[in-house]
């Protein structure tokens, strides 16, 4: 594999955490239990 490849899909996977980890903190402060 390309490293310019592997190190696109990096940072890819990583904003997906983020905003997934964003969206959920998002979302238990906005619907407190």
């Known amino acids: 594999m390309e490293k310019g490849t592997a190190h696109y899909k990096l940072r890819h996977v990583k904003a ?18």
């Open 16 to 33: 997906l955490l983020l905003a997934g980890k964003m969206e959920m903190t998002f979302a238990a402060y906005s619907h407190p239990r």
